[in-house]
């Protein structure tokens, strides 16, 4: 069940200025003010504390590096994705810092942020982020999937997860899926699909959190209708020396952009594979005026006209004769 975001702060600011934040405001109010250390029980076990850290806005490619682990697909975070943050972002500066942790090489691993790292990188803007020394894979684990939980992810990121679900044996089908991630069958069905879709082709949309399950099951038919060779002209049309197909489209709004890229693809796809042309059949006359056939494969279709009652028993009964 997804978190609201102060619930989320207190889950993972649980002490500010060496005081235990006994209410989700006392925790938000502590991570506003950006306290510089704060002392966080990670799962509810070791207690770490965290430094806060400003990376200047030219530095957070390379001081800072997304968590392997994070299920949210990076390649998806567009200025259309960012949206709902970017503009306060710019206008007003990060409001919550993130959170990560030293990695082996040096790197600030994020753990929780990866869109406001982004959305930093974009604005340019300077990056906030509370990093830890001491936090094994298994607690970074679980700082990133819960930061997760206050943004959904997009049907692909549920996907793979529902794959490594099914990969680990700890769901069997779709049935016991839809049980562990508390969603429907449909949901679980429409996830699975657009995690066979290549990255690309998803890409060409400006936010691939706003893809329905419809668009999903559509684009997953269409493609999977395509030879090998189709599909490498489709995925060079979607991305090309000017971009994805999203920003070659001068549109407003995430919402007509992405109907203008169905639509585009649905084109590329059309152009790609012509539809069949149904083979032309001719009538043969066999008497003018009275009777006629078309022959199609082993079908024979007879038109007569002008036939009374005692004709047409004899031809019924002839007929009855041959086939029966």
């Known amino acids: 069940m997804a978190l609201k975001t ?40 070791d207690l770490v504390s965290f430094e806060l850290k400003k990376i200047p806005a030219d ?34 500066g990060q409001q919550y810092p993130a959170v990560g942790r030293i990695g082996q090489n040096g790197m600030i691993e994020v753990l929780d942020g990866s869109r406001r790292r982004m959305s930093c990188i974009l604005a340019q803007q300077d990056f906030l982020i509370y990093v830890a020394k001491d936090i094994n894979s298994e ?34 089908d ?19 699909k657009a995690a066979t879709l290549p990255l690309v082709l998803l890409q060409a949309y400006p936010s691939v959190g706003e893809l329905g399950r419809p668009t ?41 952009i992405t109907k203008e890229v169905t639509t585009l693809i649905e084109k590329w796809i059309e152009e790609l594979q012509p539809p069949k042309q149904k083979p032309k059949t001719s009538k043969s006359e066999l008497i003018k ?11 024979l279709t007879l038109d007569l006209k002008k036939i009374d009652d005692s004709q047409m028993d004899d031809i019924l009964n002839f007929i009855q004769a041959q086939l029966g």
């Open 289 to 299: 005026g009275r009777a006629s056939y078309v022959r199609k494969g082993d079908s």
């Open 6 to 45: 102060s619930d989320l702060n207190a889950k993972l600011f649980g002490k500010a200025n060496k005081r235990r934040a006994t209410t989700p405001v006392e925790a938000q109010q502590a991570v506003k003010a950006q306290t510089q250390v704060i002392e966080l029980a990670v799962a509810g076990q």
């Open 59 to 92: 530095q957070i490619d390379s001081k800072t590096v997304v968590f392997a682990q994070n299920s949210r697909e990076q390649s998806f975070l567009t200025e259309h994705a960012l949206s709902d943050i970017l503009t306060t972002l710019k206008e007003r």
């Open 139 to 172: 607690h970074a684990k679980f700082l990133s999937d819960v930061a997760n939980a206050h943004k959904p992810l997009s049907l692909f990121e549920r996907g793979k997860e529902m794959q490594a679900l099914l990969a680990s044996g700890k769901a069997s």
């Open 174 to 192: 779709q049935k016991e899926l839809a049980k562990l991630c508390q969603c429907s069958e449909a949901l679980v069905s429409g996830a699975l």
């Open 216 to 256: 999903i099951v559509k684009l997953h038919k269409l493609y999977s209708g395509l030879t090998d060779e189709q599909k490498e002209m489709l995925l060079a049309q979607c991305y090309d020396q000017h971009g994805y197909a999203w920003q070659k489209i001068d549109g407003q709004g995430v919402a007509r």
